[in-house]
T-cell receptor
Framework: GENVEQHPSTLSVQEGDSAVIKCTYS??????FPWYKQELGKGPQLIID?????GEKKDQRIAVTLNKTAKHFSLHITETQPEDSAVYFC???????????FGPGTSLSVIP | EPEVTQTPSHQVTQMGQEVILRCVPI?????FYWYRQILGQKVEFLVS????????KSEIFDDQFSVERPDGSNFTLKIRSTKLEDSAMYFC???????????????FGEGSRLTVL
């Protein structure tokens, strides 16, 4: 089955700097790659996603890149703010929608 | 805005007891899921449910677990005989709105924290 790896497990940046989180997946059939943000005591919430027919997608300060050949994808957050502090999960899914497999998570701390 | 709701928010139970966690998915969604998150760890897939039957399940979802959609709005997770290692946050999620383009986005509830003593 699908296995998603994620690095780093913790990341600390100064406010205003960029943060990059990297993920790899194992199943070449996966073609949908969402990123979820989880704040303390809450459920994960989608922040951005990318499909396998696209190499890059951007939404304001957040961007995601996908290299399907290498089976890795990355999240880039620019101009980080303290409210970006949370745990971020990458995930991978096939179009059957049966199962979304999450990476182990990255705890991001943005220091004011 | 429609949301996934879960009850109870926290349940404490004795080892060996049965527990039922309840979820009300977003009403026009077609897929329902249960995930588990042990404190500080990854969000683990348990089971997906579509068209009134289990669509996919993980190796965690053994005979002690079952899911049901008893009345067209609720989606329940039952743990038959709880073990200490079942202590975790359980998240319900739904996806695939019937009347719009399917994006794959999962909408999660706030979770039910299960503590097994």
């Amino acid at each position: 089955g699908e296995n998603v790896e994620q690095h780093p497990s913790t990341l600390s940046v100064q406010e205003g700097d960029s943060a990059v989180i990297k993920c790899t997946y194992s199943d070449s059939a996966s073609n949908y790659f969402p990123w979820y943000k989880q704040e303390l005591g809450k459920g994960p919430q989608l922040i951005i996603d990318i499909r396998s027919n696209v190499g890059e997608k951007k939404d304001q300060r957040i961007a995601v890149t996908l290299n399907k050949t290498a089976k890795h994808f990355s999240l880039h957050i620019t101009e980080t703010q303290p409210e970006d502090s949370a745990v971020y999960f990458c995930a991978a899914m096939e179009t059957s929608y049966d199962k979304v497999i999450f990476g182990p998570g990255t705890s991001l701390s943005v220091i004011p | 805005e429609p949301e996934v709701t879960q009850t109870p928010s926290h349940q404490v139970t004795q080892m060996g007891q049965e527990v039922i966690l309840r979820c009300v998915p977003i009403s026009n969604h077609l897929y329902f899921y249960w995930y588990r998150q042990i404190l500080g760890q990854k969000v683990e897939f348990l089971v997906s449910f579509y068209n009134n039957e289990i669509s996919e399940k993980s190796e965690i979802f053994d005979d002690q677990f079952s899911v049901e959609r008893p009345d067209g709005s609720n989606f329940t997770l039952k743990i038959r005989s709880t073990k200490l290692e079942d202590s975790a946050m359980y998240f319900c999620a739904s996806s695939a709105p019937r009347d719009r383009e399917v994006t794959g986005e999962l909408f999660f509830g706030e979770g039910s924290r299960l503590t097994v003593l």
